[in-house]
């Protein structure tokens, strides 16, 4: 037996009144009135050592009824073996650790370790733990389903050395896809059995959560349930940061070039003197600072003193956090690259294809490209020198006999464009099925009433990829008056295929089409290279692509499908994907060292970057040096309150600890026997019970005494 309120049994102490009240209040029975007496004040019953108590009886029902309503009030009940011992089932926890490049500070990252070993620590060895890091993405360490589930206390081992092992990143943080990524994982993981579904499940997010932090995207998303979510916000010893970041994109190499400097300092920053100075590999150059005040909150803008030899970098100094105070400076080298072009000469303008070319701007931070008009008989040496990277070309009579030689420089790697702006050279069709390889290939003039429109696009191929987003991929007003029919018999069929068809050597792949099912250009590529072929010129006299807003991306994509012509950009936050087509490029830090897989990695969408600082891309072909800085939102330090997450319609919890679950389930058990047995009910009743008879035989014994006394 036990109590609920214990407290409450201290009221029995209340015995002891009526107990004292019997023994003071004893008088002498048959009393006589003396008239002698009448001026004396009566004394009041005292306490003696003869005092006795007359009604025992009396004394013992109050007293029980006192006892009885004290023990109700403490709510007794009958305990039974099930709380000697709780049994609880373990739980689904999934510990979210934030590792982006905010994290990277010293005090808050040892503070999230130690949050989370206390979480660990307050777990129950039934409980099924895995763990996750989360910046822009969910990454497993100790994944949710495992062989460990049939063994969880294998999970807690494997989870406690993950986070002595575990380091932040230098990537930004997207806590709602993370986040949402482990609620659906558990959400699937409980429907196909990978976890005990009966179970409950808990989201534990260890982070800084900052107002840049990514948590956008929670909007409209509907959190399940019977998912719990608690974030432990890990704060920083000191609070505020500022961040620098440069306002030129281009370097001219000259060291007298003025550099602009925007400094912005967080609403919460306490410290609001910094200094700006160049600097190296080694640190700051003396005779470089530069003392500047930016209160919280605000921006400011400074024009840096000259570049000094050596330096390749512009550091922050005296705000809270170091680490993302070098704004990294890269020279710009360009490349000189030409574009070789031999086509007609016309007496107007707007029917010369050439003059449109030369018209274009296709030059680049990066790289300098210009037009080169050349006659026939000046190609083969042009093209031998090795700078010419592309070649544009109708095919005019005396063109018609170096087919090889251009095949043989799209082979090296170039891109040659074979423009069919007219149809006035029957030799065109021979100089085709040389250049493609394709002897049955046939050219012949379209039959147009009005005018031909572009009916399909291949948006996977670089020349059109730029226009796949639906707001940029409207052709309808680019009108071609006349084009020219291919046959291509050994051509494939894209528009068909759902996946990228893996071509061969001779495949000629129709990229975009008329809306006639003509083909409009068609590609194939030659070993290192590619040859393309519109099949309708691009002068106002011939279509309207030359005045049109995609001509420009169209003649970029089909000149330089890699995009090292495109590229004019040399800065990049860390993770972000660089387009770098070949494979073979050779990756170097500031001090010429190649740098492991950890730092960069080359994949199929083009090279990302790990770490910040300053790198050189080497290949064959070029060779670019590029900036790579800590993503801007990782800066915006400011902690964000915890109850941005109820706006999204996700409710926080906090997750209990082993004793905490113990304690709450042995008491939801007492309740449950209290509304079960109800023994306090009867304890009252019976307390009232008791209080009546005392009553009646307190009243008994006062009329049998007034009746004796009026006897006598």
Avoid: C
């Avoid at 510990?95 to 777990?123: C, F, H, N, P, Y």
């Avoid at 969910?138 to 406690?160: C, F, K, S, Y």
């Avoid at 796949?468 to 291509?488: E, Q, V």
């Amino acid at each position: 037996m036990g109590l609920l309120a214990p407290i409450y049994a201290l009221a029995a102490l209340a015995i002891a009144g009526p107990i004292l009240f019997h023994l003071i209040r004893r008088q002498p029975q048959g009393q006589k009135q003396f008239s002698s007496l009448m001026f004396l004040q009566p004394s009041p019953p005292t306490l003696s050592r003869r005092s006795r108590i007359d009604q025992w009886l009396l004394l013992l029902l109050r007293a029980l009824a006192i006892a009885l309503i004290a023990f109700a009030f403490a709510r007794p009940y009958f305990r039974e073996d099930s709380f000697l011992s709780i049994n609880l089932d373990g739980r689904n926890v999934v510990m979210v650790v934030d590792t982006s490049a905010s994290m990277q500070r010293d005090d808050v990252w040892q503070a999230a370790q130690q949050e989370a070993k206390k979480i660990l620590g307050d777990l129950s060895a039934e409980d099924r733990i895995s763990l996750y890091t989360l910046d822009r993405e969910l990454r497993p360490v100790v994944a949710l389903e495992g062989d460990a589930i049939v063994d969880p206390p294998a999970t807690h081992d494997a989870v406690r050395q993950a986070l002595d092992e575990l380091e932040p990143t230098w990537l930004a943080s997207e806590l709602a896809e993370g986040i949402t990524a482990a609620a659906d994982m558990l959400s699937s993981a409980a429907i196909s059995g990978g976890v005990h579904a009966g179970r409950s499940s808990e989201i534990v997010l260890i982070t800084d959560l900052h107002t840049k932090s990514g948590l956008e995207s929670l909007q409209g998303y509907p959190w399940p349930e019977k998912i719990g979510l608690d974030v432990r916000q890990i704060a920083p010893s000191e609070l505020g940061n500022a961040r620098a970041s440069l306002m030129v994109s281009e370097d001219s190499g000259d060291s007298d070039a003025i550099y602009r400097v925007r400094i912005e300092n967080n609403s919460n920053s306490e410290q609001s003197n910094l200094q700006l100075a160049w600097a190296n590999d080694r640190g700051p150059i003396d005779g470089t600072f530069t003392q500047l005040q930016v209160p919280a909150g605000q921006v400011r803008v400074l024009a840096m003193s000259s570049r000094p030899a050596g330096a390749n970098r512009i550091r922050l100094l005296g705000d809270a956090w170091e680490d993302d105070n070098d704004v990294y400076v890269v020279e710009y080298k360009k490349t000189r690259q030409p574009i070789a072009f031999v086509g007609r000469k016309a007496d107007k303008p707007e029917d010369d294809a050439g003059y449109f070319l030369q018209k274009a701007p296709l030059s680049t931070a990066l790289v300098e490209r210009e037009v080169l008009a050349l006659r026939p008989d000046e190609l083969p040496t042009v093209l031998a020198e090795g700078s010419t990277r592309s070649l544009v070309v109708e095919p005019v009579a005396d063109v018609v006999s170096q087919a090889a030689i251009i095949r043989d420089f799209a082979s090296s790697g170039g891109s040659v464009l074979v423009l069919l702006s007219s149809n006035e050279d029957q030799s065109q069709a021979q100089f085709l099925q040389e250049l493609l390889d394709t002897p049955d290939l046939t050219v012949g003039e379209s039959e147009l009433s009005d005018f031909a429109l572009i009916g399909w696009v291949d948006y996977r191929s670089p020349v059109f990829s730029p226009f796949a987003d639906p707001r940029f991929n409207d052709f309808s007003k680019i009108r071609f008056w006349s084009h020219r029919n291919l046959g291509l018999p050994n051509s494939t069929d894209t528009e068909l295929s759902s996946e990228e068809p893996k071509e061969n050597a001779n495949t000629i792949k129709t990229v975009a089409r008329f809306d006639d099912l003509a083909p409009l250009l068609v590609r194939q590529r030659v070993d290192k290279g590619n040859i393309w072929v519109l099949t309708a010129g691009w002068q106002p006299s011939a279509s309207g692509l030359a005045l049109s807003t995609k001509f420009l991306p169209i003649l970029a994509g089909i000149l330089d499908p890699s995009g090292k012509l495109r590229q004019s950009q040399a800065t990049f936050a860390v993770g972000e994907s660089i387009p770098f087509e070949n494979e073979d490029v050779e990756i170097v830090n500031s001090e010429g060292e190649s740098v492991e897989d950890t730092v960069a990695r080359v994949g199929l969408n083009g090279i990302q970057f790990y770490k910040p600082g300053i790198y050189s891309l080497k290949s064959a072909e070029i060779s670019q040096q590029i900036a790579v800085q800590i993503p801007a939102n990782e800066s915006q330090l400011v902690p964000q309150d915890k109850a941005v997450f109820d706006q999204y319609g996700v409710s926080l919890g906090r997750i209990a600890s082993d004793t905490q679950r113990k304690d709450s389930a042995r008491q939801m058990q007492i309740e449950e026997l209290e509304k079960k047995q109800r023994m306090w009910q009867w304890l009252i009743a019976l307390g009232l019970v008791v209080l009546a008879v005392e009553t009646s035989l307190a009243g008994w014994f006062a009329r049998r005494n007034a009746a004796q006394l009026a006897t006598t």
